[in-house]
Nanobody
Framework: QLHLVESGGGSVRPGGSLRLSCADS????????IGWFRQAPGKEREGVAC????????YYEDSVKGRFTISRDNAKSTVYLQMNSLKPEDTAVYYC??????????????????????WGQGTQVTVSS
């Protein structure tokens, strides 16, 4: 049973940085496209970034482009979301999700929640002065 776990959340001041991690204790994520999503209070879950399983194709939503970087370390079977220049509007619960059949899209990832079959429980990120 896949069990994604996010870690690295916390509270930072505006302009600060955090690095989120997504891993699974029993399964490798090296064959999965990974998406990062977030949900702020009273808002719908939205995509943030994704990375494909094979060619490391990446995609970023405009709101985080240039500030966030998604990457993967296959030796650790872990995907990271480096978040720099954080803003109060980045405050949300952040989730990672896995798609093991991204070959359907030619290994081009996307941030549509319906694409992803496995989800973590989320980690809170709070940006406040």
């Amino acid at each position: 049973q896949l069990h994604l776990v996010e870690s690295g959340g916390g509270s930072v001041r505006p302009g600060g940085s955090l690095r989120l991690s997504c891993a699974d204790s029993g399964f490798t994520l090296n064959n999965a496209a990974i998406g990062w999503f977030r949900q702020a209070p009273g808002k719908e879950r939205e995509g943030v970034a994704c990375i494909s399983s094979r060619n490391d194709d990446t995609y970023y939503e405009d709101s985080v482009k240039g500030r966030f970087t998604i990457s993967r370390d296959n030796a650790k079977s872990t995907v990271y979301l480096q978040m720099n220049s954080l803003k109060p509007e980045d405050t949300a619960v952040y989730y990672c999700a896995a798609d093991f059949i991204d070959w359907r899209s030619g290994y081009v990832c996307n941030t549509w929640p319906a694409t992803y079959d496995y989800w973590g429980q989320g980690t809170q990120v709070t940006v406040s002065s």
